[in-house]
T-cell receptor, first 112, second 114 residues
Framework: DQQVKQNSPSLSVQEGRISILNCDYT??????FLWYKKYPAEGPTFLIS?????DKNEDGRFTVFLNKSAKHLSLHIVPSQPGDSAVYFC???????????FGQGTILTVHP | DTAVSQTPKYLVTQMGNDKSIKCEQN?????MYWYKQDSKKFLKIMFS???????INETVPNRFSPKSPDKAHLNLHINSLELGDSAVYFC?????????????FGNGTRLTVT
């Protein structure tokens, strides 16, 4: 039962262009969403988050958009840099205290 | 000065053995977690502890037993290892236990059961 789905296993983008990573969720009880980034042989690191009372949160080159009615969120990276190449996990929380549900991840490759 | 460190990094063992994975955090966080990343790459929570008290205990076989001697340590002991236990296990910590408290992960322990 995949409550958080990242339907694109991979995404390839040219340096300087925009990267858009998408995520859909099924559980309407989710009220907090996060994106984590993971490099090979390392643990995931927190990137950006958004509460369900907002529809947008921006932090430098990273912006997360939330569309609650569509149960959809996206992460925009502008401009993309080769160092952004990593696996990006969409994560949702709120169904029970402290419990986070991870998506399967999207491999982003940014070409120089 | 690693924030969340777990050992060993790799663990290869045979079915039926008992093994432990250790985790330590030097961030002063109150909550620690164990996550399992399966072959399909999903990260799923197994346990969380807040100040040595068990908070989350997902549907995990009782062969898995977490132990938190103090709030900076959360170890995972696995009895009678099975092939299906092969996965990458991540330890994490957070300042609070709510979902709005970002997790800090260790670099993972790749467990291979043969």
């Amino acid at each position: 039962d995949q409550q958080v789905k990242q339907n694109s296993p991979s995404l390839s983008v040219q340096e300087g262009r925009i990267s858009i990573l998408n995520c859909d969720y099924t559980n309407s009880m989710f009220d907090y969403f996060l994106w984590y980034k993971k490099y090979p042989a390392e643990g995931p690191t927190f990137l950006i988050s958004i509460s369900s009372i907002k529809d947008k949160n921006e932090d430098g080159r990273f912006t997360v958009f939330l569309n609650k009615s569509a149960k959809h969120l996206s992460l925009h990276i502008v401009p993309s840099q080769p160092g952004d190449s990593a696996v990006y996990f969409c994560v949702a929380g709120g169904t029970s205290y402290g419990k986070l549900t991870f998506g399967q991840g999207t491999i982003l490759t940014v070409h120089p | 000065d690693t924030a969340v460190s777990q050992t060993p990094k790799y663990l290869v063992t045979q079915m039926g053995n008992d093994k432990s994975i250790k985790c330590e955090q030097n961030l002063g966080h109150d909550t620690m977690y164990w996550y399992k990343q399966d072959s399909k790459k999903f990260l799923k929570i197994m346990f969380s502890y807040n100040n040595k008290e068990l908070i989350i205990n997902e549907t995990v076989p009782n062969r898995f037993s977490p132990k938190s001697p103090d709030k900076a340590h959360l170890n995972l002991h696995i009895n009678s290892l099975e092939l299906g236990d092969s996965a990458v296990y991540f330890c994490a910590s957070s300042l609070g236990g709510g979902t709005d408290s970002p997790l800090h992960f260790g670099n993972g322990t790749r467990l291979t059961v043969t």
